[in-house]
């Protein structure tokens, strides 16, 4: 009887040291807003304030799926989104909490389609300090 108990207690707590969290697009919008300005550039910029649930996941490896916006005309640099390309945060009809830029491991530099649909996993990283950068971040993005 004991064994079993040993058995379920090791693979319980294996599975909580090794899961990532699923994230879902609304989950992220656990953040406040404010408007800024830059002066250095003189823009302005939406300063996040973030939530206590999204702040607990800062550096967390997660699993997100969306849509992939390229960023550059040659396609090193990506996007995730939540919305596909005419409806994402570059063309006005989105908040910033909407997308994701992604920083790949090596297994995840390729090219990708416009709007092509994919999950990532990769560490969170919440943008506290910079002002020209995305509110979220993807590091070690790989597709799965």
């Known amino acids: 009887m004991i064994g079993p ?3 379920s207690i090791f693979l319980l707590s294996a599975y909580a040291n090794y899961s990532q969290t699923t994230l879902d697009w609304l989950a992220l919008m656990d953040i406040t807003l404010e408007k800024q300005i830059n002066s250095e550039f003189g823009t302005s ?9 999204v702040q607990r996941l ?7 799926t969306g ?16 919305n596909p390309n005419a409806s994402c945060f570059f063309c006005g009809n989105a908040g910033p909490e909407t997308v994701i830029q992604l920083w790949f491991s090596k297994e995840g530099i390729r ?9 990532f996993k990769g560490k969170l990283k919440l943008n506290k300090t910079n002002d020209m950068g995305f509110i979220y971040e993807l590091l070690e993005a790989t597709p799965l």
Request: net charge negative; aromatic share 20%.
């Open 5 to 7: 108990i040993l058995i």
């Open 45 to 53: 910029y939406d300063k996040a304030t973030f939530g206590d649930w």
């Open 58 to 64: 800062d550096s967390q490896e997660v699993f997100i």
């Open 67 to 82: 849509y992939m916006i390229p960023l550059d005309a040659m396609g090193f640099s990506y996007a995730l989104s939540r």
């Open 111 to 119: 090219r990708y389609k416009t709007d092509e649909y994919l999950k």
